[in-house]
């Protein structure tokens, strides 16, 4: 390839009055692809040598030893990213994406679960089959029901979370603060989890901290009673409501 961009840059060079798709037309006639001599026309004109450019010398895959180093520096840590790694090695972020793909390391988003200590963690199944045996029989179905909220507010979206502006105080109030209302309209979904199947869904609009009897008892409650007389009737349950009430009962 530097021997073909020598010799256009020489023809160039040597005709000032020759015109491009004159020298694309004689090395096509030779066999070359019309692409690639315009590729190199455009090297000459912004001033590129006809020879390559030295390289950074940064690996692109790596092996052994930088391979395993790799691998410890990002298996299993917390607040490691791909332009850290980067420094790190002396690479650019992209060699990192590549060879962590290569190694088959996935990036997952963290959980958010309940703090235990070690000694708590130990009690826990150990309380749960106690509740259970006290409570409950081998036969007893327990059920559940709970309800989710979903806000008409954008505001929580990641690209809602700033703006672009020459002079921030310039900016309408509507874009600068992200307002929130104390008690904001809401989407209220409410199902009933039971171990043989999920209730019919009630979903409403509602405003406030939570759930209102009203709403519980005329909206919800109802669905959760059918589902039980359709699919645990003659059933022993065990079922904790909103209600606040603990319930058990043979049909």
């Known amino acids: 390839m530097a021997d073909l961009r020598k010799r256009v840059h020489s023809m160039l060079g040597q005709n000032n009055n020759l015109k491009n798709n004159g020298t694309v037309k004689h090395f096509v006639q030779e066999g070359f692809k019309r692409r690639t001599i315009y590729d190199i026309i455009k090297r000459y004109e912004i001033g590129l040598p006809a020879e390559d450019l030295p390289r950074s010398g940064h690996l692109t895959s790596f092996k052994g030893k930088i391979l395993k180093r ?25 060699t990192i994406h590549y060879n962590l793909n290569k190694i088959g ?14 000694s708590q963690l130990e009690q826990v199944p150990k309380k749960c089959r106690k509740l259970r045996r006290e409570i409950t029989t081998p036969g007893t179905f327990i059920i559940v029901d709970d309800e989710k909220y979903f806000t008409f507010s954008h505001d929580g979206m990641p690209q809602n979370g700033g703006f672009y502006a020459f002079d ?14 104390k008690y904001p309209k809401k989407i209220l979904v409410w199902l009933a989890l039971p171990a043989k199947g999920i209730s019919k ?15 519980y008892i005329n909206k919800c409650l109802s669905k959760l009673r059918s589902f039980i007389e359709e699919h645990h009737a003659g059933d022993e349950y065990l079922g ?5 009430q603990i319930i058990k009962k043979n049909i």
């Open 105 to 118: 390391l996935k990036y997952y988003k963290r959980q958010k679960a309940p703090k235990y200590n070690k």
């Open 168 to 181: 921030k105080e310039d900016v309408p109030d509507s874009v600068k603060y992200k307002t929130k209302e």
């Open 240 to 244: 904790h409501t909103k209600s606040s």
């Open 201 to 215: 869904p009630y979903t409403g609009g509602t405003k406030g901290p939570a759930i209102t009897a009203d709403i």
């Open 70 to 94: 790799l691998q410890n520096a990002a298996a299993n840590h917390i607040g490691v990213s791909q332009r850290k790694l980067g420094k790190t090695f002396g690479v650019a972020q992209s």
